[in-house]
């Protein structure tokens, strides 16, 4: 089954921002809410970023989400060293009627 | 606190079958939708199976249908995979997640820490 699309990896230095791109089409993106998680080394995925654009509680406003048409971007600023780790965006598909993943991207601060 | 916690993985034998359990705890279990997901040693998640709150309704990756079955006990606020002819690419970490809503829909809000299963002969 196909998958949503994101970058590899991303790289930024500490303090700096990098965005995180997630692309799909109109059955999933386009008519679903987008959802982040991150994944830290050795550890299980915890949500970050829900129905495109909100945050759990705890979850620091330097991580924001967008939404515009079939895409979705991750945006996070001020990065620290603690923000290295993989981000998965995630739809439901409509059509396929399955929960769909991104690849995953990696963030280094370098 | 709300907990997922998995149990129930290990080493199988390709075309073995194995049975994962997840118990939840901290909410009300049958008011949301629940999900497996995977993930194969180095690689990125990969969805499963998804039921949702009243276990009517289940859906599956082609990759597992036919194979796996979901299942919920809501007496026992436990989630079920039942694994059957299982192959060497369905080594994993298997993870537990509760959905936002009653249905398939949403997203995921609670993570458990998975239970590994490996096939190898």
């Known amino acids: 089954q196909s998958v949503l699309t994101q970058p590899p990896s991303v790289s930024a230095a500490p303090g700096q921002k990098v965005t995180i791109s997630c692309s799909g089409s109109?059955?999933?993106?386009?008519?679903?809410?987008v959802s982040w998680y991150q994944q830290l080394p050795g550890r299980a995925p915890t949500l970050l970023i829900y129905?495109?654009?909100q945050r759990p509680s705890g979850i620091p406003d330097r991580f924001s989400g967008s939404w515009s048409g079939t895409s979705a971007t991750l945006a996070i600023t001020g990065l620290q060293t603690g923000d290295e780790a993989d981000y998965y965006c995630?739809?439901?598909?409509?059509?396929?009627?399955?929960?769909?993943f991104g690849g995953g991207t990696k963030l280094t601060v370098l | 606190d709300v907990q997922l916690v998995e149990s129930g993985g290990g080493l199988v034998q390709p075309g073995g079958s194995l049975r994962l359990s997840c118990a939840a705890s901290?909410?009300?279990?049958?008011?949301?939708?629940m999900h497996w997901v995977r993930q194969a040693p180095g690689k990125g998640l990969q969805w499963v199976a998804g039921i949702t709150w009243n276990g009517r309704s289940t859906a599956y990756a082609d990759s597992v249908k036919g194979r796996f079955t979901i299942s919920r006990d809501i007496g026992k606020t436990s989630l079920y995979l039942q694994l059957n002819s299982l192959r060497p690419d369905d080594t994993a970490f298997y993870y537990c997640?509760?959905?936002?809503?009653?249905?398939?829909?949403?997203?995921?809000?609670?993570w458990g820490r998975g239970s590994l299963v490996t096939v190898s002969s």
């Open positions: 997640a509760k959905s936002r809503g009653s249905d398939l829909k949403w997203h995921f809000d609670i």
């Open positions: 995630g739809a439901w598909d409509s059509s396929l009627s399955v929960v769909l």
């Open positions: 901290g909410f009300t279990f049958d008011d949301y939708a």
């Open positions: 129905d495109h654009n």
């Open positions: 109109g059955s999933n993106i386009g008519n679903n809410y």
